[in-house]
T-cell receptor
Framework: SQTIHQWPATLVQPVGSPLSLECTVE??????LYWYRQAAGRGLQLLFY??????ISSEVPQNLSASRPQDRQFILSSKKLLLSDSGFYLC????????????????FGEGSRLTVL | AQTVTQSQPEMSVQEAETVTLSCTYD???????LFWYKQPPSRQMILVIR??????QNATENRFSVNFQKAAKSFSLKISDSQLGDAAMYFC????????????FGTGTRLTIIP
């Protein structure tokens, strides 16, 4: 069966420090990968998604970047954190829409809570 | 661009009663997926139910069912026999079937269960 892991679960960082959140998927190949952010009391905002190694689509211009160095690894980074980067970050994966077993849904990790002070 | 609207920021229901959460969406496409996700206090997003737009029959999963009105672009979630464990944020979501890999979420409805 497929599983998704993201870490760290909780992170407290000072303004101006770097960030690295990592997400890996097991039990599938060539998944679509996603990073969402959820600000306090608000919905989910899509930050980045990737349909393959090295292919990153950015949805919102911001202080963050994403990379996909391996098929099942997705990394969210920042060189200098801002206060506004605080939030709950969710990694997710899905079957590619071209695959026969695609059911459209996303499968989410447990989330990473980032507090920037 | 597709948008998803949940007009009820908060809802409450008495335990064992039935509650309906509303969702509307805007799209020009004919084939797509719709979902309801649940986010309990643990914060992990859990799929509750999914509906494929080409299917006229409303999806059902145990106590959860949807009322899918394609012409009205409405997709409401009905929870029957509400239980304390149903307390959570509920998000409605849309995804195109045609090569668009993105899932668009509504802003969510916080459901409280009253014992």
């Amino acid at each position: 069966s497929q599983t998704i892991h993201q870490w760290p679960a909780t992170l407290v960082q000072p303004v101006g420090s770097p960030l690295s959140l990592e997400c890996t998927v097991e039990g599938t190949s060539n998944p679509n990968l996603y990073w969402y952010r959820q600000a306090a009391g608000r919905g989910l905002q899509l930050l980045f998604y990737s349909v393959g190694i090295g292919q990153i689509s950015s949805e919102v211009p911001q202080n963050l970047s994403a990379s996909r160095p391996q098929d099942r690894q997705f990394i969210l980074s920042s060189k200098k954190l801002l206060l506004s980067d605080s939030g709950f970050y969710l990694c997710a994966w899905s079957v590619s829409s071209g695959e026969a077993q695609n059911t459209g849904e996303l499968f989410f990790g447990e989330g990473s809570r980032l507090t920037v002070l | 661009a597709q948008t998803v609207t949940q007009s009820q920021p908060e809802m409450s229901v008495q335990e064992a009663e039935t509650v309906t959460l509303s969702c509307t969406y805007d799209t020009s496409e004919s084939d797509y997926y719709l979902f309801w996700y649940k986010q309990p206090p643990s914060r992990q997003m859990i799929l509750v139910i999914r509906q494929e737009a080409y299917k006229q029959q409303n999806a059902t999963e145990n106590r959860f069912s949807v009322n899918f009105q394609k012409a009205a672009k409405s997709f409401s979630l009905k929870i029957s026999d509400s239980q304390l464990g149903d307390a959570a944020m509920y998000f409605c979501a849309y995804r195109s079937s045609f090569g668009n890999e993105k899932l668009t979420f509504g802003t969510g409805t916080r459901l409280t269960i009253i014992p």
